[in-house]
Structure formats: C-alpha cells, structure tokens
C-alpha cells in the first residue's frame, strides 16, 4: 500500500516572489515615463494670469486720452509678476518706428514672473489720438 504525501501548498515560493519583484521593476518605469515632464504644470496657470493681468493694464490704458494713457504705462508689480511698461509716439505710415507726430501712441507691455517660472509675455498696443 502506498502512501501518499499531502504537501500543503499555501504561500508563493521564492522563485515566485523574485519573478514577480522583477516584473514589477520592469512595470513601474514605463508607466513612470509619461509622468516625468509633470515637474512644471504650473507653468500655463502663470503664462494665463499673467495675460489676464496684461490685458487688464492694457484696457485700462486704452480707455484714456492719449497723454493719460502715457501717464499709466508705468513700471509696478502685481504680485508676483513684474510688469514693464515702454511708450513712444509712432508714425501713421510705420508704426514700427519712433516719429514726433501725435498720430497714435504705442504701448509695449512686458510681464515677466521673479521667481522665472515663465517666460516673459509682450503686448502691444496702438493707443490713437
């Protein structure tokens, strides 16, 4: 008469668990690799606010006389964001180029973050007498 020997299997063998601990070394890096350049997502909430904010400067410069608007492009702060403000009277023909007529005033807004977490936004407007 044979006996027969009832092994009670529970558990993982070590073979198992090491197979499985390099399958998920394996794993982990490709799913990993999509999720790497998520170091600077706040940078479009800057870039947003920071419009949102020329924008603002901008219209409020716009809706001014001409010699008021020019009084308002100032440099300042809003927070953390830098802004910086040139104006010159330009030319009907080439608004591109410094003139002495009082055709229209260009307005060139720049923002920028001190922390350098953006780069500098500009915003240009013709600001007409």
Known sequence: MMTSHTHNERGFTLIEIIIAMVLIGIAVPSIMIPFSGLSDTKTPEYTVQGSFIAQKRIERMANKTQANALADCNNGNEGAYSLSCTAATVNAADPDTAATSTFATKIILTV?????????LTFTTLIVQ
């Open 112 to 120: 920028s973050r001190g922390d350098g977490a953006m780069s500098p």
